[in-house]
T-cell receptor
Framework: EDQVTQSPEALRLQEGESSSLNCSYT??????LFWYRQDPGKGPEFLFTLYSAGEEKEKERLKATLTKKESFLHITAPKPEDSATYLCAAGGATNKLIFGTGTLLAVQP | DAGVTQSPTHLIKTRGQHVTLRCSPISGHKSVSWYQQVLGQGPQFIFQYYEKEERGRGNFPDRFSARQFPNYSSELNVNALLLGDSALYLCASSLGPGTDTQYFGPGTRLTVL
């Protein structure tokens, strides 16, 4: 069965303290791995799409990487405004995205 | 540029009632997908439509139905509401079907009492 697992469930960082979020996936015929940011009570905001193992994408303090079994979202020198839930989703052979439960990130000043 | 829009923002219904949620995709996008997000969980896929045809259906009961109109906007209908249907309902649009990058709207918060 297709599945996406994110870890940790929650992460508390000090401002400037870099870290990584993990997304493990088991999806038949992966067509894309997606990262979103979600603020409380709002819709997910698109961050990155990765299509093949070895691919990397960067945006400001965020960098996403992809291997054949997992993806990482690296956060460099985070700021309090980076606090949010980060969602990972995998698209496979079916026409749907399978989401993980997210990592709740809190960055303290 | 306008993003995905959804209406209403919030909705309160009682058990057994029916609800219709609406979504307008990003201009130029022809595919709309619907997701249900329960508090503390990731979004769960309900439907995908492309060019007015259903292209995917998630594991939801027949009480859930949807349709897409010629202007690519979409409606999600839920009949015989249950307490467990309380959730944030998200609409996402993409250029095409399948797993093109999907852009989400702000959601409709449904509360069933």
């Amino acid at each position: 069965e297709d599945q996406v697992t994110q870890s940790p469930e929650a992460l508390r960082l000090q401002e400037g303290e870099s870290s990584s979020l993990n997304c493990s996936y088991t999806v038949s015929g992966l067509r894309g791995l997606f990262w979103y940011r979600q603020d409380p009570g709002k819709g997910p905001e698109f961050l990155f799409t990765l299509y093949s193992a070895g691919e990397e994408k960067e945006k400001e303090r965020l960098k996403a990487t992809l291997t054949k079994k997992e993806s990482f979202l690296h956060i460099t020198a985070p700021k309090p405004e980076d606090s949010a839930t980060y969602l990972c989703a995998a698209g496979g052979a079916t026409n749907k995205l399978i989401f993980g439960t997210g990592t709740l990130l809190a960055v303290q000043p | 540029d306008a993003g995905v829009t959804q209406s209403p923002t919030h909705l309160i219904k009682t058990r057994g009632q029916h609800v219709t949620l609406r979504c307008s995709p990003i201009s130029g996008h022809k595919s709309v997908s619907w997701y249900q997000q329960v508090l503390g969980q990731g979004p769960q896929f309900i439907f995908q439509y492309y060019e007015k045809e259903e292209r995917g259906r998630g594991n939801f009961p027949d009480r859930f139905s949807a349709r897409q109109f010629p202007n690519y906007s979409s409606e999600l209908n839920v009949n015989a509401l249950l307490l467990g249907d309380s959730a944030l309902y998200l609409c996402a649009s993409s250029l095409g079907p399948g797993t093109d990058t999907q852009y989400f709207g702000p959601g409709t918060r449904l509360t069933v009492l």
